[in-house]
Structure formats: C-alpha cells, structure tokens
C-alpha cells in the first residue's frame, strides 16, 4: 500500500472537511486569522494540516512507519520539510504512540527549546498531550527574524516548490532542480548547501551528474 493510494482512497469531501478542520485548529490554538499569517506560515500550516491527514490514514491503516518503503518514507520526509517539521518527527511520534492519531498540533519555545506539541486520541477516546522536542530556539534581538530563522523559512518555501514540480516518480526534472538551486545561490546562499539539504528528496539519483551533485553533498 502506497501512500499516495491512501491519499486518493479518501473521499474527497472527507478530506476536505478533515483539512479544513485542520487548519481552523491550528488558528485557534495559535490566536489567530488565516489572513493574519504570513505566507511562510500559511505554507507550514497547510503542509501540516496535510500530513497529519496521511499520518491518521497510516495509523487506521495498520501501518509501521519504521518498515515502509523507501519510497513512502521519501514522501513522509517531503511533507515533514514543507511542514517545517524535522526528518523523522512522524515516526518518532508514532513510536511513542502506536495506537493513538492526531487531532491537532501547535509549536512553541521554552527555555531555548522548540517543541511541538500534539493532542493525540488514542483508541479509547481519550485525549493525551505529547510534547516533541524539535531543535533550539535561533536567537535574535528586536523582534526580527535571525539569519538561520530567515533561511529555515526559505527552505521551507523551496520544498513546498519542488514538491509542487514532482513527477510521479517523486522526483523533479534536472532543469528545475538546477533552476531552484540557482535562485537559492542567488539568494545569498551556497550551493552545496542547496544539495544536501534536498538532493536525496527531491533529485533522481540517475540525473545525479547531470546536476553536478558532489558526493559530499549525499554523504
């Protein structure tokens, strides 16, 4: 079972109804319109109200995400990039959870930690609340974002892009893989960085040298 299977095996009208709900959620946790969001923010959320759908669908499907496919576990970690989430967060949380799904998640920071915190219901209805640490608070001064947040945020917007070029092997044609990577150098930031931050996700490891990926980059 793919997950993409699972994806178009939920009606449609269900799914939309569980997005929506999804997204008026994370607004009201958060206290605020969805106008009120920057784009970045409006990315993240949507990825997220996204894959906490798969991830319900994985659950009620009996599915471990430790033995999945290479290619399914591909797809998990694109959704986690676009939702700003680390590599490896749904697993994680299923391991500690085997039994429960999601209902809604928000993230915070407390003493220079971020974390993401998840209201699970587990299979007797009962809701639980798992607390997920997800990295160190990037700190800056007056209000403004830190270089590493500003670069986090971009990131996330190139993942959204590549998954949006995707074909149906998961993977992005060279020409757009090396036009991304071109507006990121011209951003101000390194190529190398570029690759190893998306290569393995988004590049055909056939058109790995007509990129120009180096090994370092995959290592």
């Given at each position: 079972?793919?997950?993409?299977?699972?994806?178009?095996?939920?009606?449609?009208?269900?799914?939309?109804?569980?997005?929506?709900?999804?997204?008026?959620?994370?607004n009201t946790v958060k206290g605020i319109a969805d106008d009120q969001k920057t784009d970045a923010e409006r990315e993240q959320d949507n990825a997220r109200a996204n894959a906490q759908i798969i991830y319900n669908s994985i659950?009620?499907?009996?599915?471990?995400?430790?033995?999945?496919?290479?290619?399914?576990?591909?797809?998990?970690?694109?959704?986690?990039?676009?939702?700003?989430?680390?590599?490896?967060?749904?697993?994680?949380?299923?391991?500690?959870?085997?039994?429960?799904?999601?209902?809604?998640?928000?993230?915070?920071?407390?003493?220079?930690?971020?974390?993401?915190?998840?209201?699970?219901?587990?299979?007797?209805?009962?809701?639980?609340?798992?607390?997920?640490?997800?990295?160190?608070?990037?700190?800056?001064?007056?209000?403004?974002?830190?270089?590493?947040?500003?670069?986090?945020?971009?990131?996330?917007?190139?993942?959204?892009?590549?998954?949006?070029?995707?074909?149906?092997?998961?993977?992005?044609?060279?020409?757009?893989?090396?036009?991304?990577?071109?507006?990121?150098?011209?951003?101000?930031?390194?190529?190398?960085?570029?690759?190893?931050?998306?290569?393995?996700?988004?590049?055909?490891?056939?058109?790995?040298?007509?990129?120009?990926?180096?090994?370092?980059?995959?290592?």
């Amino acid at each position: 079972m793919t997950l993409k299977k699972l994806d178009y095996t939920t009606a449609s009208d269900e799914y939309n109804t569980a997005f929506s709900q999804n997204l008026q959620l994370f607004n009201t946790v958060k206290g605020i319109a969805d106008d009120q969001k920057t784009d970045a923010e409006r990315e993240q959320d949507n990825a997220r109200a996204n894959a906490q759908i798969i991830y319900n669908s994985i659950q009620s499907g009996g599915l471990d995400l430790a033995n999945i496919s290479a290619d399914q576990k591909l797809s998990i970690t694109k959704m986690e990039m676009q939702a700003g989430l680390p590599s490896g967060f749904y697993e994680s949380l299923q391991s500690k959870n085997p039994k429960a799904d999601i209902v809604t998640s928000t993230s915070r920071e407390s003493n220079g930690s971020k974390y993401v915190d998840v209201i699970m219901r587990n299979q007797d209805g009962s809701l639980t609340t798992k607390s997920m640490l997800v990295g160190s608070v990037d700190k800056g001064g007056s209000g403004n974002p830190t270089e590493a947040e500003t670069k986090k945020g971009d990131a996330s917007k190139v993942a959204s892009q590549l998954a949006s070029r995707a074909g149906d092997d998961g993977y992005v044609a060279p020409e757009d893989y090396k036009t991304a990577r071109k507006a990121w150098v011209n951003a101000g930031y390194d190529a190398g960085d570029f690759d190893t931050r998306f290569a393995k996700t988004y590049a055909n490891p056939d058109s790995y040298d007509v990129i120009g990926i180096s090994s370092k980059a995959l290592d």
